[in-house]
């Protein structure tokens, strides 16, 4: 049986699998783009007649920088892309079992994307929520 913080640290481990991204499992104070964080939203339990499978939610939320509005979206694109070395979704799949912690976990859809203000800066940013089936 694996822990939200394991299964949050297989998701970072994942995510990390994409070249000059950061990755952290924790809400940092002050986030360093482009960073990926992984965050855990909720769960639902009880899915199996023996209780042994739960579902757990989380969200990557991934900032990037806004030096210029042109190179930040491009690059907040090819994250939010489907394909390419700088995908999420690829990234988060790449490995659907977290090691061995989990069934299955899925990136079911990405959200919010846009300005993203954090400590009195603005940034660009989206959202993208994570299915893991884990026991």
Do not use: W
């Not at 950061?22 to 909720?42: G, K, Y």
């Not at 806004?66 to 979704?89: F, H, I, K, M, P």
Request: include cysteine; glycine fraction near 6%; charged fraction near 20%.
């Amino acid at each position: 049986m694996a822990s939200i913080a394991e299964l949050r640290t297989e998701l970072a481990a994942n995510v990390g699998t994409i070249a000059g991204l950061r990755t952290s499992e924790f809400i940092p104070d002050n986030p360093n783009p482009p960073i990926a964080i992984v965050q855990f939203d909720r769960a639902q339990y009880h899915l199996d007649m023996r209780n042994g499978m739960a579902e757990y939610n989380f969200v990557v939320q991934l900032i990037v920088g806004r030096v210029d509005e042109r190179t930040a979206q491009r690059n907040l694109d090819a994250y939010c892309s489907s394909t390419g070395s700088s995908s999420v979704l690829l990234a988060v799949e790449s490995n659907r079992t977290l090691n061995g912690k989990a069934f299955d976990c899925v990136v079911t859809e990405m959200s919010s994307y846009g300005p993203v203000l954090v400590n009195d800066t603005t940034y660009l940013g989206a959202e993208f929520q994570i299915r893991v089936l884990a026991s």
